[in-house]
């Protein structure tokens, strides 16, 4: 299985918006709505910011939105703040209880 | 509250074998599957493997079948990772999430440094 697409490095400045993308294929992304979205601050555990494509936990701003399109993910944050940086990740469900996360992507707020 | 907590720091000569625990609160354990996933140093995440607590049943990623071995104790809602045969490449810290599809909370996660 092999990881999912993301850009390494995404930027933007306090109060604009950023989209995160997410490739993967008819055998993950493409076949199942169990995308789901993380962001991780150094040395900490990932936190999940969005399940099931589109969904928002409670407790999560909502800055954070997501989509999918095909075999693409996409995660979007609006407003910018600098809690906001940090290192993102993609998951998408595989199959048969497996899982493929993506490589993924470095935020930095201006 | 929902919560994971993991094991301490393991440090491991090349070759050997770690087991890292995770003891689940503030649910029903046997509920929801438990994946692991590690993170070598200055690396992203890696799914390693599933198991649900209800009946036992696991999934590894084939990259680390025949080393891997999850299991749990439901008596005492702890879920436990076994890797054997360690090799520099498993330095990592190594996380256990309450699995739903999606992955939440995760535990604090467990250093894992193999040296000679």
């Known amino acids: 299985q092999s990881a999912l697409t993301q850009p390494a490095s995404v930027s933007g400045s306090p109060g604009q918006s950023i989209t995160i993308s997410c490739t993967g294929t008819s055998s993950d992304i493409g076949n199942y709505d169990f995308v789901s979205w993380y962001q991780q601050h150094p040395g900490k555990a990932p936190q999940l910011r969005i399940y099931e494509v589109r969904k928002r936990p409670s407790g999560v701003s909502d800055r954070f939105s997501a989509s999918k399109s095909g075999n693409m993910a996409f995660l979007t944050i609006s407003r910018l703040q600098a809690e906001d940086e940090g290192e993102y990740y993609c998951?998408?469900?595989?199959?048969?209880?497996?899982?493929?996360f993506g490589g993924g992507t470095k935020l930095t707020v201006l | 509250q929902v919560q994971l907590v993991q094991s301490g720091v393991e440090v491991k000569k090349p070759g050997a074998s770690v087991k890292v625990s995770c003891k689940a609160s503030g649910y029903t354990f046997s509920k929801f599957g438990i994946s692991w996933v590690r993170q070598a140093p200055g690396q992203g995440l890696e799914w390693m493997g599933w198991?649900?607590?209800?009946?036992?049943?696991?999934n590894y990623t084939q990259k680390l079948q025949g080393r891997l071995t999850l299991t749990t104790d439901t008596s005492t809602t702890t879920a436990y990772l076994e890797l054997t045969s360690l090799g520099s490449d498993d330095t990592a810290v190594y996380f256990c999430?309450?699995?739903?599809?999606?992955?939440?909370?995760w535990g604090q996660g467990t250093l894992v440094i193999v040296s000679s």
């Open positions: 998951c998408s469900y595989a199959g048969g209880s497996t899982y493929v």
């Open positions: 999430a309450r699995d739903r599809n999606w992955f939440d909370p």
């Open positions: 198991i649900s607590p209800y009946n036992g049943k696991t």
